[in-house]
C-alpha cells in the first residue's frame, strides 16, 4: 500500500475564492481588514477547495506587510502556510512587516522576521505603531494572553 499525499496547488487567488477567503480569515480568528482578494495566494486541494491562504498588504504609509496568513485546521503542520509565506516572500522587496501574537514569533523567525522591540533603533512605520496602541485595549478586554508582536524581514535577510 502506497501512502500518496494529496496534491495542493498554490496559485493567485481568483474572483470566485473572495467568499472562501473570507470565511477562513473569520473561522481562525484574525484581522479581517483589508481582504482584497487580488492580493491573496492561494492553496487548493486536488478538488479546487480553498486551504489556505496568504496577502501581501500595502499600507497608505508605504509599508507592506505579510498578513491574513491561514490554513484550514485539518491540513494544518502539513507546511502549507510556510510554502505561502516563501511563494509571497519571493516576490517582495525586503522591508515587509507583520504583527502576531508573540507566541509566533519563532515561527516567523525561519523565514528570516526579526521582532523590534521598542528602543531598538528601528523606525516601526506608522501603521504598526497605530495597531500596536488600539490592539493594547483589545487585549485588556478580551483578556488575550501575551502580546501583539512587530516583526519585519530585513533586506540584510534576503
Known amino acids: 500500500m502506497t501512502n500518496t499525499q494529496p496534491a495542493i496547488i498554490y496559485r493567485p487567488a481568483q474572483a470566485s475564492d473572495e467568499a472562501a477567503i473570507k470565511a477562513l480569515i473569520r473561522a481562525v480568528n484574525i484581522n479581517p481588514m483589508g481582504l482584497k482578494w487580488h492580493r491573496f495566494l492561494v492553496a487548493v486541494d ?17 509599508s507592506r506587510e505579510l498578513a491574513s496568513i491561514a490554513v484550514q485546521k485539518a ?7 510556510g510554502t505561502i509565506i516563501e511563494h509571497l516572500l519571493a516576490e517582495q522587496q525586503p522591508p515587509v512587516w507583520l504583527t502576531c501574537m508573540d507566541r509566533l514569533v519563532p515561527f516567523y523567525e525561519q523565514f528570516g522576521f526579526v521582532e523590534v522591540k521598542a528602543g531598538d533603533g528601528r523606525s516601526i512605520p506608522f501603521y504598526f505603531r497605530l495597531a500596536r496602541t488600539f490592539f493594547k485595549p483589545i487585549q485588556w478586554f478580551s483578556r488575550i494572553p501575551g502580546y501583539l508582536a512587530i516583526m519585519v524581514w530585513p533586506a540584510s535577510q534576503k
Do not use: S, V, Y
Not at 486536488?46 to 508605504?62: A, F, S, T, V, W
Not at 491540513?75 to 502556510?81: F, M, P, S, V, Y
Open 46 to 62: 486536488e478538488n479546487g477547495r480553498l486551504i489556505g491562504c496568504g496577502q501581501i498588504k500595502p499600507h497608505r504609509d508605504g
Open 75 to 81: 491540513w494544518r503542520r502539513q507546511g502549507i502556510a
